[in-house]
């Protein structure tokens, strides 16, 4: 049996133009998972939180 080629079109697509990140060897992009968003000033955020303007709250 021959080894997996990991070369399809899929995964070319989604790790092609990626290099390993230098100081910890990771392949891809990590997913970042907040919770808290900066918002300008108070204003911005309450437009956001009711809902008069669309973005990440």
């Not at 899929?10 to 907040?34: C, E, F, K, M, N």
């Not at 808290?36 to 955020?45: H, L, N, R, S, Y």
């Not at 437009?47 to 709250?57: A, K, Y």
């Amino acid at each position: 049996m021959s080894a997996p080629s990991y070369t399809r079109r899929d995964t070319l697509a989604v790790h092609g133009g990626q290099s390993p990140d230098p100081a910890t060897g990771a392949r891809a992009v990590p997913i970042y998972q907040t919770a808290a968003f900066v918002f300008p000033d108070t204003e911005t955020a309450a437009s956001l939180f009711n809902l008069e303007r669309t973005g990440h709250v």
